[in-house]
């Protein structure tokens, strides 16, 4: 059942009761300079997918920046719309403003939205608001609450290391970091970047090798260019990616052996191919259960 914010979406679109035509849903996803967060993101899903359900047709803006190819601001005619529906985020400053001034001949709606100064052009030009606070209504629950979304994807850690000059001449570890970066963010998961450097002064780091098992323990896969990458996500069962960037293969390699893990990519043989293999078997049941033995060791 759609929440009270969700049904004055719907209310403000139908209008006067007559049949609404088409609807261009925006937000500060649809400006190039502007941000497409996650909570933006799924306010748009909420808000379409509420405007399918009332068989209402409408299209979403979107910055060329965050997915190139679709419709953008720019590409919509403003007189193939009746409606824009902004969602999400405070409605304020010169970007909102002039979103009034391109969609001038359109009724103007926002939802879901943060009012800050009620006498904001960018507030005013909106034929209605429907807001989640910074009004006298009482505030309400926000449209990414309950958005639709899809099954969660992986958590990959990503500890890459970027110096050992012992190496000399054999050190690959920028091409080699570049190409695993790239990769990586083709992958469909979250990745977050750790570190295994400890220190007090930087809240971003660990503090203690305790924080940092209990980081990679989370991880569904760790993706790594560090022996101790290697050697403590194994040390917490997590399935791990280890890329040995020096050339003929250094301590990685050693390790990987005296450790017995297979998924094990050395820098002159770094292709998509093998590291999609080893993605998907360290995401496997058997690659689990070969990490787990690690684990209980």
């Known amino acids: 059942m759609d929440d009270d914010l969700t049904a004055g979406l719907l209310r403000m679109v ?12 925006t937000g500060w996803f649809s400006f190039w300079d502007g941000e497409a967060t996650a909570g933006d993101t799924l306010a748009q899903r909420r ?11 409408h299209d979403t803006a979107w910055s060329p920046g965050f997915r190139p190819g679709a419709l953008s601001l720019e590409a919509a005619r ?9 969602v999400c985020g405070p409605v304020h400053g010169p970007q909102v403003a002039g979103l009034h001034a391109r969609f ?4 103007r709606l926002a939802a879901g939205v943060s009012v800050v100064d009620p006498a904001d052009p960018a507030v005013t030009g909106f034929h209605e608001i429907v807001a989640r606070d910074g009004t006298a209504a009482p505030a309400r629950r926000d449209l990414a609450a309950a958005a639709p979304a899809g099954p969660l994807p992986p958590v990959a850690g990503a500890l890459l290391s970027h110096g050992q000059g012992e ?16 990769w990586l963010s083709g992958k469909d998961c979250a990745r977050v970047a750790a570190d295994t450097r400890l220190a007090t002064d930087d809240w971003r780091l660990c503090a203690t090798a305790e924080q940092f098992l209990a980081l990679v323990s989370r991880f569904d896969v760790v993706v790594t260019t560090r022996l101790h990458g290697l050697v403590l996500a194994l040390r917490t069962g997590t399935p791990v990616i280890a890329v040995d960037p020096v050339a003929g293969g250094a301590k990685i390699t050693a390790q990987a052996r005296a450790l017995r893990w297979p998924a094990l990519v050395d820098a002159g043989a770094l292709k998509e191919e093998l590291l999609d293999h080893w993605w998907w078997w360290t995401l496997s049941e058997a690659g689990r259960t070969a990490a787990a033995r690690h684990a209980m060791r």
Request: proline letters at 8%; a positive charge; glycine letters at 12%.
């Open 14 to 25: 139908r209008g006067s009761g007559r049949p609404p035509g088409r609807v261009l849903l």
């Open 47 to 57: 808000a379409s997918a509420a405007l399918t359900r009332a068989g209402i047709p």
């Open 78 to 86: 403003p007189e193939a719309y009746d409606t824009v529906l902004f």
């Open 104 to 107: 001038g001949t359109c009724r």
């Open 167 to 182: 190496y000399g001449a054999r050190r690959r570890h920028e091409e080699v970091n570049a190409r695993l970066t790239r």
